[in-house]
């Protein structure tokens, strides 16, 4: 099992566990560099994100703020944003917490942009959609819920030559749980290879509220089941694919599902396939 795990961390670069604060410091001081350098080496000034109201895009966004501060500073050049960007599909019904994450962040500019219309219209279009069972249109719509709030966010930074920032992490790589060409698509992921309760600790670290460092994770895509936590997606928890990442040792039923998963996802962490 231990070779199993090791050998997947390894591919997914997964950072070993903060030993204590000094550490975790040091992570975001080097993420924050990370994130600078992106925009130095693209010769851009601004950064796009969607902020959901959970975890993952709060903590993006933090270190995304911190960064595009640092650079003002050490310019002087006003010049550097970054943008947050709410995609609600219609009304979103955890909206307080997302206002919530924008009163932490705090980001130069907020921009709202209601996917709803463009969804429906895709959905509505696409004839290979009309005979479909409800669970697989419903999947199937979820998907392009994901995919729309990304070509918001490339429009966004097409129209302000920015660079988009994604939210991926090593305990979501691992499972495959995201979409393809939506939420896995970006020009930096800056939680790359964090497990789950490291980016919960860079989010703590800079002064969020627990109710949002610690709110319950939901991709939120499916009309059927709303708000479903991604943990009853995933049929393990985090706590365990944590584990599973830091070498630790979990029950076997817990193993079988993760590594099942990192397998038959890997499609996902190796696009595009060519001869």
């Known amino acids: 099992m231990q070779a199993v795990q090791q050998e997947i961390a390894q591919a997914l670069k997964v950072q070993p566990p903060f030993a204590d604060a000094a550490a975790l410091e040091a992570e975001v001081t080097r993420r924050v560099a990370f994130i600078k350098d992106c925009l130095a080496n693209a010769r851009l000034k601004t950064l796009v994100l969607g902020i959901s109201g959970g975890v993952d895009s709060l903590t993006a966004a933090l270190l995304a703020q911190r960064a595009i501060n640092e650079l003002r500073d050490e310019t002087g050049d006003k010049g550097y944003t970054f943008i947050a960007v709410r ?24 921009h709202t942009i209601d996917i709803a219309p463009a969804v429906k219209a895709l959905a509505g279009e696409t004839q290979a959609l009309k005979n479909g069972s409800p669970t697989l249109v419903d999947f199937v719509v979820g998907n392009i819920k994901a995919r729309m709030r990304m070509v918001a966010q490339y429009t966004i930074a097409g129209a302000r030559a920015g660079l988009v920032i994604g939210t991926d992490h090593a305990a979501e790589a691992v499972m495959g749980f995201y979409t393809k060409f939506g939420d896995g698509a970006c020009d930096l992921a ?27 994770p939901t991709a939120d895509l499916e009309d059927l089941d709303p708000g479903k936590p991604d943990e009853a997606a995933h049929g393990v928890t985090y ?12 029950d076997q039923a817990a193993f079988d599902v993760i590594v099942a998963n990192y397998r038959k996802t890997q499609h996902k962490r190796e696009l595009p396939f060519a001869p």
């Open 190 to 216: 800056p939680l790359s290879g964090l497990v789950k309760h490291q980016v919960r600790a860079i989010a703590r670290h800079f002064g969020a509220p627990e109710s949002l460092v610690e709110k319950v």
């Open 239 to 250: 706590q365990q694919i944590d584990a599973f990442l830091h070498g630790q040792e979990i």
């Open 87 to 110: 995609l609600p599909y219609h009304v979103q019904h955890d909206e307080h917490d997302a206002q919530a994450c924008l009163d932490v962040i705090k980001p130069d500019e907020t």
